[in-house]
T-cell receptor, first 112, second 113 residues
């Protein structure tokens, strides 16, 4: 079983839809949670960075963390074709040494 | 501020050869991490260097090695290439380590024939 599970998709939605991307994890020692966006032929870029349970909003993006359920989500409102990319969740495991673990990534396409 | 620069962008090699990839981090960043990305396995951590010392290492065979220079630039070397080494190799820099936000380069796409 992987430490971080993320549905690879692909996910295809019409422009303007609300998109929900999710990851689950198994170890409660994960403390910091991130979402990266990766366009084709590019490296990942950091979108959101959170620590505590709850919601964090940045423009059309909302990151949600539920530590009790070991579940994190990224919501994209009013989705645009330019949001088409692969979205990777990532989290830092703190058990003595720190370890950064990425999810598999979800490939998202927004159709005009 | 310039971003993370990786060279070359594309590379084609044959089995048994060796390859060296280069990464220049963001100015002032002292930590450089290397990742391998494949469609099947996703992003997998190779190693991290901080101030010229390897601080963390992933579960890759000894054919994969790296180093960091005093100016924080880093190189990654893969010897005796195998077909399965075909992947996008990504370098990421941060100011101090993995608990910091990572800034990735565009990667080197390596194809092993």
């Amino acid at each position: 079983q992987k430490e971080v599970e993320q549905d690879p998709g692909p996910l295809s939605v019409p422009e303007g839809a609300i998109v929900s991307l999710n990851c689950t994890y198994s170890n409660s020692a994960f403390q910091y949670f991130m979402w990266y966006r990766q366009y084709s032929r590019k490296g990942p870029e950091l979108l959101m960075y959170t620590y505590s349970s709850g919601n964090k909003e940045d423009g059309r993006f909302t990151a949600q963390v539920d530590k009790s359920s070991k579940y994190i989500s990224l919501f994209i409102r009013d989705s645009q074709p330019s949001d088409s990319a692969t979205y990777l969740c990532a989290m830092i495991l703190i058990q003595g040494a720190q370890k950064l673990v990425f999810g598999q990534g979800t490939r998202l396409t927004i159709n005009p | 501020k310039a971003g993370v620069t990786q060279t070359p962008r594309y590379l084609i090699k044959t089995r048994g050869q060796q390859v060296t990839l280069s990464c220049s981090p963001i100015s002032g960043h002292r930590s450089v991490s290397w990742y391998q990305q494949t469609p099947g396995q996703g992003l997998q951590f190779l190693f991290e260097y901080f101030s010229e010392t390897q601080r963390n290492k992933g579960n890759f065979p000894g054919r994969f090695s790296g180093r960091q220079f005093s100016n924080s630039r880093s190189e990654m070397n893969v010897s005796t290439l195998e077909l399965g080494d075909s992947a996008l190799y990504l370098c990421a820099s941060s100011s101090s380590g993995q608990d910091e936000k990572l800034f990735f380069g565009s990667g080197t796409q390596l194809s092993v024939l």
